[in-house]
């Protein structure tokens, strides 16, 4: 303790975060409004919001990317980043936090939300990100303050350490206890509070919930236990020493009150954060950023705008640095700055250079992508910060409306997978398709508006093909033979293939029995690349898997024998051996390893069944209360849609990963119904 935690500690950065809809664009445009950086707090149902401003979250009234914008309060410069809530779109938070400062976790008293919360809060804690919950809407709270708290509890793994009480007047919110300043406030509607007399029944309500918030403090520091246990008052200024100390070592999570749309709260919000979250000092020390005179910096956002080019949003952890220098990255890339920009939401503000601390957006740093260190020294700095995307959910096939856009849509699909690296393109060498994978159905449908708004390409896009195969079941031995004669020299191929099925998942293996030189060794290459392409496309339509073709026998020709002679007598000897050995389809089979709040298990386990899962198992979460984990083997073609209905049945919350495992036989009306759809599609 003694410190003072009331010094400037440079600019700070600050996440904004928290489960969908809790109103983090909202509080935002509040803190915006009361420090000044605006004239009025816009609204995100009127698209008039700071945050928000991209015309898919406009379209959506949903945060779909990160918005930064910059103000100054009482001297001091934040940049605040907005992160979106939606699971879909996590990534940005998951970039993002590692550099910051602090969060804001802005939540509400809802029950359905808290396994979001649990989400958020679990990233910030393993990240050793300081945090602050904001309890928003609470003008429109139905339950006390302390059922609130104890409802939210569990998604935390520290104590939420109550900063402020609310003040009643007749069933209705009208004002804040400060247990800290041990001063009232009521509230004033886009205005800053007003300080009015702790009496009466506040004044006995605020002493119980201040020595509350001191035993929890207490917990970690010996000096306030002995103090509290012989009932002597601490000094005010001790106590914010250990909410600042707690609160930079993680162990606790101060929560205070408010009503971003009123613009209630937000002025003791921003005064907690100027007194107690902590400077680019500690974030670098927490980072292992190491002593150097070079500029240090984290790549936490890349964006393509249409007439400025890339852009880089960096946070500088060390160092000073110019408008025109040169960056390496850790990944080997290097670029020279083409432009700093201010961050506020347009970037269209240059400056001339930026200092340790400061969050700005670095122009046409092409080789530089998002997660990158990057540095101005003479060798490539260490990586400070990796983030692996989540595994991608949901899938669809796209392609440009006009083929003459071809080029164009590969060339936006890179931008956007630079943008989000949680958005995955993978070409289908089966079908052919360029297959993209995303978090979700919206997560898909807003990278297509992109597309089309922000790159101007126009796609179609239809589900993914499933990768169905076929094997046989009966060994037979067939002669294949190719013979044509149309003056001078003909062609003559003449092979005998014993066809045979191998056990499941041995694939295709070609061997060779020919004695006397029936078929001239130099062809017998040609021949097996005739079998391939016979197994290329099966009698049911698809790649055939798991067979042996033996070459036993053949004769040839001395003029008219050649390699594509044999090879098409292979091929020939395949399409028509193969439809006589008893073809089966086959389909991918995955394990499926889902994750669900545990009051959801049940319904979790009836989209499983209705889906054609076996499920294997399921057990508790490791290290997530209230959580369970359910493993199950399920067929590709049910895994399609599966994350829309586990998101609905959670909350949200829910997710999973899938791992293919084998191919397994679908006979009956199912596969001729297979069979069907994929004729009338070809």
Known sequence: MGQDVRSPRGPRCIAL??????????????ILARTGAIPRAGSVDAGTSVGDATPEARHHKMTVGLTAATTSFMGDSYTFLDCPGSVEFAHDMRATLPAVDAAIVVCEADEKKLPQLQIILRELEELKIPRFLFLNKIDRASQRIRESLAMLQPASRVPLVLRQIPIWKDELIEGFVDLALERAFVYREHKASEVVALEGGDLDREKEARFSMLEKLADHDDTLMEQLLEDIQPPRDAVFDDLARELREGLICPVLLGAAARENGVLRLMKALRHEAPGIAETAKRLGVPET?????????????????????????????????????????????SGILAVNGAYDTKRAAAEAGDTVALAKLDPIKTGDTVSNGKTPPAALIEIEPTSPVLAISIAATDRKDDVKLGQAMARLHEEDPSLVVVQNAQTHDTVLWGQGEMHLRVAGER????????????????????TIRKPITQRGRHKKQSGGHGQFGDVVLDIKPLPRGDGFKFAEKVVGGAVPRNYIPAV??????????????????????????????SVDSSDLAFRTAARIGLNEGLPQCQPVLLEPIHVVEIVCPTDATAKINAILSARRGQILGFDTRDGWSGWDCVRAMMPEAEIGELIVELRSATAGAGSFTRQFDHMAEVTGRAADQIIAAHQHAA
């Open 17 to 30: 975060v928290g489960p969908f809809q809790s109103g983090k664009t909202t509080l935002l445009e509040a």
């Open 293 to 337: 005179k070079d500029a240090l910096g984290y790549v936490f956002k890349t964006l393509h705008s249409q007439h400025g080019g890339k852009l880089s949003l960096t946070r500088l952890l060390a160092g000073h640095l110019d408008d025109g220098a040169t960056l390496q990255s850790a990944s080997g890339g290097a670029g020279r700055i």
């Open 451 to 470: 597309l089309r708004d922000r790159f101007g390409v126009k796609v179609i896009s239809h589900p993914p093909g499933i990768g169905y195969q076929e």
């Open 528 to 557: 097996e690349e005739g079998v391939v392409d016979g197994l290329a496309r099966g009698p049911l339509g698809f790649p055939v898997t798991d067979v042996q073709v033996t070459l036993t026998d053949g004769s040839y020709h």
